[in-house]
């Protein structure tokens, strides 16, 4: 059976290479870079065995990108914590969403409205509205990158309609098709600060399962990665509501 490899980073300016991936099978990491063949080099290996190969990568690749844990054990957290976390925030809160539909918006009275009527009413003295517009009246930044499918589910037609309240308290709504987001992550997260992650795990019915922190530094980098390769990409849910 094949791995199930994750791309973990890249020091490569130009093509990609060197690189490490994850093996989220085992925890393996996966070195990429330059075979090192020329026999006298191999022969000052030690441990060399039959069938082995050698790879040649910059240090700074390990330092930047290796984990720095022997073994990650997830830290799961409450919905309470998780939402201080929008309240605590110094700088920016940004999330990607990947997921054709998600449970809580079925069950939400909004999209029954949506559905009735085609459009979505909105309560701004809910609290998400509430604090989200005193976070950006801050100075603080708040936005979400969606992707969407084509045609787009009915639970992502609901969404791109709300976006519009969700921009009213300042949240920068950006969309992108999943065609064009092939080398994003079918990840759901939040990052905060670009130091600390907010995975969100699901079950089969989209209903979120667990909500997981990371903040070891080689893993943030990856995922603010993500959200600027998704924010360079993405465009306003305006104009793609235009084209769509």
Not at 5 to 10: K, N, Q, S
Not at 107 to 128: H, K, L, R, V, Y
Not at 130 to 142: C, D, F, L, P, R
Not at 162 to 191: C, K, Q, S, T
Request: with cysteine.
């Amino acid at each position: 059976m094949a791995r199930q490899l994750r791309f973990t980073g890249t020091d490569s300016k130009v093509d990609g290479c060197p690189a490490l991936h994850t093996d989220e099978g085992t925890g393996e990491i996966i070195v990429q870079g330059a075979p090192v063949n020329d026999p006298a080099d191999l022969a000052q290996l030690k441990h060399f065995g039959q069938g082995d190969a050698a790879v040649s990568v910059p240090r700074e690749l390990l330092v930047n990108w290796g984990p720095k844990e022997m073994e990650r054990v997830p830290d799961l957290v409450d919905r309470a914590t998780f939402r201080r976390l929008f309240e605590t925030f110094k700088h920016t809160a940004w999330r990607l969403e990947t997921r054709r539909g998600y449970a809580s918006d079925r069950e939400d009275p909004d999209f029954q409205a949506f559905m009735a009527t085609g459009s979505s009413p909105c309560d701004p003295n809910e609290p998400w509205f509430v604090n989200i517009k005193a976070q950006t009246e801050a100075g603080k930044t708040v936005g979400r990158v969606r992707v969407a499918d084509k045609p787009m589910t009915v639970e992502q037609r609901f969404l791109l309609d709300y976006a519009r309240h969700n921009a009213a308290v300042g949240e920068d709504m950006r969309y992108l098709w999943r065609e064009d987001a092939a080398d994003l992550p079918a990840e759901d997260f939040w990052i905060f600060d670009s130091r600390i992650v907010a995975l969100l795990h699901f079950d089969d019915a989209d209903n979120i399962t667990d909500i997981e922190l990371i903040t070891e530094p080689a893993e943030v980098v990856r995922y603010a990665t993500v959200r600027d390769a998704a924010m360079h990409h993405a465009v306003p849910f305006d104009q793609f509501a235009a084209t769509e």
